[in-house]
């Protein structure tokens, strides 16, 4: 039995026994609480139909949030999968350092020399294998046999 209908039945018995505001004042008393009781149920089936109303919404929202995650986990695979093969193709590309942009062969000890655009500038660096001093030539600001030709 809800509270609503339970203050239904306080009433009924209150009009069964034929209480009254004009008798005494403990028909009026009681009368007074059915009424208070009556109020306070109807107080608490709203706050209950709006608390399952809220309930529904939320349950509403969790799963629409549920299914953002699923698109946005989706979304993240192809980035992280695009990432690791933007990777893989630079370290495919001679297994460089960070701020490595050249890489030559020395003519000394034949392992791998790794340089930067400072180092290039520079023209000249020593060779990491063996020690040999490397002179870089890379033929910035020299006339090619083209240009003599002219």
Do not use: H, W
Request: hydrophobic share 35%; aromatic share 4%; glycine share 8%.
């Amino acid at each position: 039995m809800s509270l609503t209908e339970k203050t239904a039945y306080l009433r009924g018995l209150a009009d069964g026994m034929g209480m009254s505001a004009d008798k005494s004042d403990e028909q009026r008393l009681l009368l007074a609480i059915v009424d208070a009781l009556d109020d306070i149920a109807a107080n608490v089936e709203a706050n209950t139909d709006a608390v399952s109303a809220l309930a529904d919404e939320l349950d509403e929202m969790d799963d629409a949030v549920a299914d953002l995650e699923d698109a946005v986990g989706e979304l993240a695979e192809v980035f992280d999968d695009e990432d690791d093969e933007k990777d893989d193709e630079d370290d495919d590309a001679g297994d460089m350092v960070d701020g490595v942009e050249y890489e030559l062969e020395c003519p000394n000890c034949g392992g791998p020399v790794y340089l930067d655009e400072e180092t290039v500038a520079q023209g000249e660096t020593v060779c990491p294998n063996c020690g040999q001093k490397l002179e870089i030539d890379v033929g910035f600001g020299e006339e090619t046999d083209l240009e003599e030709d002219e």
